[in-house]
């Protein structure tokens, strides 16, 4: 079974520009999950999607944004691109059932260089 | 509000010998606590995961964790360290319930001499 893909591995922009990251849950699972993961700052809840609506967003501004598309394959935009975004964005696919905490399944990242 | 932390940010023990990870975490909830381990360049993969059954929890490659709630800990712990152990270990917790966020730590980088 294949894991959580995303594209591209690594990125390169620059300051103002705007980044798409992409990502592919596994198959079955609804709920797609996006970190970031800068130098220094571990990692940081972004944006949780489910059935194609954001349910839940990271102390982060309005910038990054994001959809889920019919398939529950995402996306993740960067608008505005500062420096510090520079950062390994991580994404990650669940299930829901009921309130349990069911395992996160982590795609290898997305590497996010501003220059 | 939810929060975990990691007491050391680097570890490093001979290979052969006991691995101890500490993490101590708060919760207003009964909480859902996980390990996840990063090896470098890549993704977090799960070693194993505490959802309020035994409190010993037992996961891949020979770690154990176990859940201590007048510790509030859930030290990660493995018999003998193997040089494939090194790696960067993320202690997680849930966050509020109904929210299915991940709280994580900050992470404890392990080192293993030969």
Known sequence: EAGVTQSPTHLIKTRGQQATLRCSPISGHTSVYWYQQALGLGLQFLLWYDEGEERNRGNFPPRFSGRQFPNYSSELNVNALELEDSALYLCASSFLSGVTYNEQFFGPGTRLTVL | ?114
């Open chain 2, 1 to 114: 509000a939810q929060s975990v932390t990691q007491l050391d940010s680097h570890v490093s023990v001979s290979e052969g010998t006991p691995v101890l990870l500490r993490c101590n975490y708060s919760s207003s909830y009964s909480p859902s606590l996980f390990w996840y381990v990063q090896h470098p360049n890549k993704g977090l993969q799960l070693l194993l995961k505490y959802t309020s059954a035994a409190t010993l929890v037992k996961g891949i490659n020979g770690f154990e964790a176990e859940f201590k709630k007048s510790e509030t800990s859930f030290h990660l712990t493995k018999p003998s360290a193997h040089m494939s152990d090194a790696a960067e270990y993320f202690c997680v917790v849930s966050d509020t319930p109904g929210t299915y966020k991940y709280i994580f730590g900050t992470g404890t980088r392990l080192k293993v001499l030969a």
